[in-house]
């Protein structure tokens, strides 16, 4: 291990802080749009919905640009100390002076944060998106059983009890 960091390897860390502190900010940003997205599907605002789906692929497509930049950081820093390629940020953490070891660190945790709580408010959003739909489709289906409503008799000729569908509009007219 180093005891003393050269001068290109505290460039490196640099790097990796400032990609890890851009990553951070665009991820708040993202975790932002998903709890006001929350909202926008409750409201079941089509206008609303489309531009925030456009507003957040844009911010999801910049956070996966910085993932890069931050993995091709690391690996640079890896491939100096003669680290695996595709080391984690704690196993970095070692290598570093004491306030980039403590900015990475700090940043790290908070990137851990922010993309567990994008997760699941992602995965809260998927099930109440998933509800609307069902509840949609539903509605749907019973409008076609109004509209079109099958047969009223079974195969023996007895008047079906349970299929009282159809049974609102009126075929008079």
Same mark, same amino acid.
Not at 162 to 167: L, Q, T
């Given at each position: 291990m180093r005891e003393i960091m050269d001068d290109r390897l505290r460039f490196l860390y640099?790097?990796?802080i400032s990609v890890l502190g851009r990553e951070i900010e665009v991820c708040g940003e993202l975790r932002g749009f998903l709890v006001r997205e929350k909202d926008i599907l409750k409201k079941a605002s089509a206008d609303e919905l489309g531009e925030s789906n456009a507003v957040k692929e844009a911010c999801v497509s910049r956070a996966g640009m910085l993932?890069?930049? *931050?993995?091709?950081s690391m690996n640079k820093i890896a491939k100096v100390l003669d680290l695996e390629e595709n080391p984690t940020i704690s196993a970095l953490l070692p290598y570093a002076d004491g306030s980039r070891k403590d900015e990475l660190a700090k940043c790290g945790s908070l990137l851990r944060l922010l993309l567990t709580d994008i997760q699941k408010l992602n995965e809260g959003n998927k099930m109440l998106l998933s509800a609307s739909l069902l509840r949609v489709r539903r509605s749907i289906d019973f409008l076609g059983q109004l509209v079109y409503p099958g047969t009223t008799y079974l195969n023996s000729g007895k008047l079906k009890s349970?299929?009282?569908?159809? *049974?609102i509009l009126s075929r008079e007219g």
């Open positions: 640099g790097s990796l993932e890069d930049a *931050r993995k091709k349970n299929n009282m569908n159809g *049974r």
